[in-house]
């Protein structure tokens, strides 16, 4: 690692004299625990070798630094991520992480001297990292993967760029999304992705925050560079409306599983109905509830019938096993094991069915974030 150098002084962060900046806008000085090393630690376990650390000169609230790790031989891109945004925890109240740090990818020949940053051309990335760490801690605030940010009409992020607002997501590697340190806390890493004109409209009609992951679902759709790829047009039109139909795809086949679930459920209950003594009302009543959630699209009801499914699949398995035909009640196993196996294995694995459970409008809308 280089040595430490400072950051360009902001014209958004106030002076250090204390009071008030030129705006008149009072601030406070930064306080809260430093998690620099875990976070350098982390960002060199996924990312590559941090090799220079930008502190900044003067800060508001929480004391924001910039990591800049280098390319690595799986990670072909600029990495830059902020240090300090989780030195306060968030005013978390739906749900979203309690500590957070940002970051985004450049190019790898991305100008990032200390005389190149004099172009906002160049230094808009990190300028715009450091306005999202301290955003919340000064409007109260909290954020999370799917937020956008953006003015109202949007602007250029610097001037001359078509990029016109900035969306969160989570990195696509699982391992890179959470920061642990040495005394427990857990810290959320968004990835900042900048965003065309088109795309934030296109993400204001959806009803879900994971739209963006499936918006920027390859890495080179997130660099921060004016040369990336545009999400619009007829390629753009394309992708919505393959999505829609992977949805619509995915919301036929929850019915379809919906049927043979309650199919399943009233053949079960007739085996023991005229079967046994004691027919079983509870495991039918299960069955139907389970079959009529699952055809009405609910979360909890697929992840529920997934593993019933495979507990059916698996009990099913040992009664022939241990004990064959014997009873001829036996004989329904035939053919209710391999419905249970598919069933289980198109809600786990269909695609166009994780798409319509990411994307299932909720009963209440989480409003993106402004600035």
């Keep these: 690692m280089e040595p430490d150098e400072p950051a360009r002084r902001d014209d958004a962060v ?5 009071g008030s900046s030129e ?41 924001v630094d910039v990591l800049i790790a ?7 891109y600029i990495t830059i991520v902020t240090s300090g945004m989780s030195d306060l925890p968030m005013q978390s109240k739906d749900g979203s992480p309690v500590r ?3 970051m985004m990818r450049l190019m790898v020949n991305h100008p990032l001297s200390q005389e190149a940053f004099a172009d906002e051309a160049n230094y808009w990335p990190i300028r715009r990292l450091k306005m999202i760490a301290r955003m919340p801690h000064l409007l109260g605030s909290s954020f999370a993967a ?20 900035l969306g969160l997501v ?27 004109r088109e795309e934030l409209e296109w993400k204001l009609k959806q009803p879900t925050l994971s739209a963006l992951a499936e918006l920027y679902d390859k890495e080179t759709f997130r660099v921060a560079h004016k040369g990336r790829p545009k999400l619009r047009g007829d390629d753009f039109d394309r992708m919505v409306l393959d999505a829609y139909d992977s949805m619509g795809r995915g919301r036929s086949v929850l019915l379809i599983v919906g049927i043979a679930l309650g199919v399943v459920a009233c053949a079960d209950f007739a085996v023991t109905y005229f079967g046994s003594e004691r027919p079983a009302w509870s495991r039918f009543g299960l069955g139907i509830w389970l079959a009529w959630s699952v055809a009405e699209g609910s ?17 099913g398995s040992i009664v022939v096993w241990k004990r064959g035909f014997v009873d001829p009640r036996h004989l329904t196993l035939i053919v209710t094991v391999p419905v249970y196996l598919v ?29």
């Design 170 to 196: 989570e990195p696509i590697d699982p391992d890179a999304r959470t920061i642990r340190t040495k005394d427990g806390l857990e810290i959320a890493l968004l990835q900042v992705v900048p965003m065309y």
């Design 146 to 165: 799917g937020h956008t940010i953006a003015t109202d009409p949007p602007e250029p992020v610097h001037p001359g760029s078509e990029f016109c607002a």
């Design 14 to 18: 106030p002076p250090a004299d204390g």
């Design 299 to 315: 979360r909890i009801a697929r992840w529920l019938a997934i593993l019933l499914c495979l507990a059916a699949v698996a009990m």
């Design 70 to 76: 280098d390319v690595a031989e799986d990670h072909p």
């Design 343 to 371: 069933c289980g294995a198109v809600l786990a694995l269909h695609p166009g069915v994780r798409l319509w459970m990411r994307h299932k409008p909720k009963a209440s809308k989480k409003k993106d974030a402004e600035a």
């Design 100 to 102: 957070c740090e940002v």
């Design 23 to 63: 705006s008149g806008r009072s601030f406070t000085p930064p306080s809260g625990e430093s998690h620099l090393e875990e976070i350098t630690a982390h960002v060199e376990r996924c990312y590559g070798p941090v090799r220079r650390v930008m502190h900044e000169v003067i800060s508001d609230h929480v004391h």
